[in-house]
């Protein structure tokens, strides 16, 4: 995820930042928007599954925008990704600079 934030070009992000009593993996806190970045070994469990939900209810009603992105995700389309990050922060207020994966 850090190389892909780290080719688009777009910054004003913090890693692994606590908010609200959580870690997310990558916040926008101006912004109100977070990343999270899941595998399907991560949720294989039932508890993983309903403490990963409940992280993300919590930060959702704290005013928190929280996208999830996947392992796979991030492995097979990096581009779209990318694209569906951008058009999210830039809903969000995001003025910072940014480019395509493809640039």
């Known amino acids: ?23 997310v993996d990558v916040l926008w806190r101006e912004l109100g928007f977070a990343v999270e970045v899941d595998g399907f070994d991560a949720d294989a469990g039932r508890v993983a599954f309903e403490r990963d939900r409940l992280k993300i209810a919590v930060l959702k009603a704290k005013g928190i925008a929280v996208m999830p992105v996947t392992g796979r995700q991030l492995r ?28």
Do not use: C, F, Q, W
């Open 1 to 23: 995820m850090l190389r892909l934030l780290r080719h688009a070009a777009l910054t004003g992000y913090e890693l692994n930042a606590k908010v609200h009593g959580y870690e």
């Open 76 to 103: 097979n389309d990096p581009d779209g990704v990318i694209t569906r990050l951008v058009s999210a922060l830039r809903l969000a207020g995001y003025r910072g600079p940014a480019k395509p994966m493809n640039a």
